[in-house]
């Protein structure tokens, strides 16, 4: 699996937009892009998934650079719900679906 | 509610004791992933069952051994127990087993185990 960097924190304010980057320029052409949540000790959350396209849900937008080495998710109207760590995860369909959970994003939406 | 439950919530046992973690996937999931979640280690994958025989093996540990049953749950034992076995234990299914295509996995609520 392709690995992934994000940064370890990050702070939104209530009510905006929060832009989560991730890093994955190791990742290959059959790779999918995961993102999931951890809200305190609760379970991981799915959030959203890709391939190439942009892609948007209820959640949230996936947006994938052209050339596939990053991304970045959109929570499009933060609020303090959302505060969580967020993990970006690459896998290629052909490995027996484990998921490797890196370090993730800790968000905090800020009041 | 992901539709994945897991039982119990909370688990206080002794070290060399033995304890079995018990997971019921999705309604139609074949997949149960078994992930352990302890304080210096982040989240990391233990094993994977489909449709009742083992598909892929982490960093599970020889004191620790799961099965899938008929009627596809899921149970995580764990034997000889240490100290630093106390994690948060997480169960997740999927419809497929991986292979060919991409799977998104789900997940329950966690037991967390404390050992004394």
């Known amino acids: 699996d392709a690995k992934t960097t994000q940064p370890p924190s990050m702070d939104c304010a209530e009510g905006r937009a929060a832009n989560l980057p991730c890093n994955h320029s190791t990742i290959s052409g059959n790779e999918y892009v995961y993102w999931y949540r951890q809200i305190h000790s609760q379970g991981p959350q799915y959030i959203i998934h890709?391939?190439?396209n942009n892609e948007t849900n209820e959640m949230a937008s996936l947006i994938i650079t052209e050339d596939r080495k990053s991304s970045t998710l959109i929570l499009p109207h933060a609020t303090l719900r959302d505060t969580a760590v967020y993990y970006c995860?690459?896998?290629?369909?052909?490995?027996?679906?484990?998921?490797?959970f890196g370090t993730g994003t800790s968000l905090t939406v800020i009041p | 509610d992901s539709g994945v439950t897991q039982t119990p919530k909370h688990l206080i046992t002794a070290t060399g004791q033995r304890v079995t973690l018990r997971c019921s996937p999705r309604?139609?999931?074949?997949?149960v992933y078994w992930y352990q979640q302890s304080l210096d280690q982040g989240l990391q994958f233990l094993i994977q069952?489909?449709?009742?025989?083992?598909?892929a093996k982490g960093n599970i540990l020889e004191r620790f051994s799961a099965q899938q049953f008929p009627d596809l749950h899921s149970e995580l034992n764990l034997s000889s127990l240490e100290l630093g076995d106390s994690a948060l234990y997480f169960c997740a299914s999927s419809t497929h087993s991986g292979g060919a295509r991409t799977d998104t996995q789900y997940f329950g609520p966690g037991t967390r185990l404390t050992v004394l």
């Open positions: 890709g391939l190439k």
């Open positions: 069952y489909y449709n009742g025989e083992e598909r």
């Open positions: 309604s139609g999931d074949l997949s």
């Open positions: 995860i690459v896998r290629a369909p052909n490995t027996g679906n484990q998921f490797y």
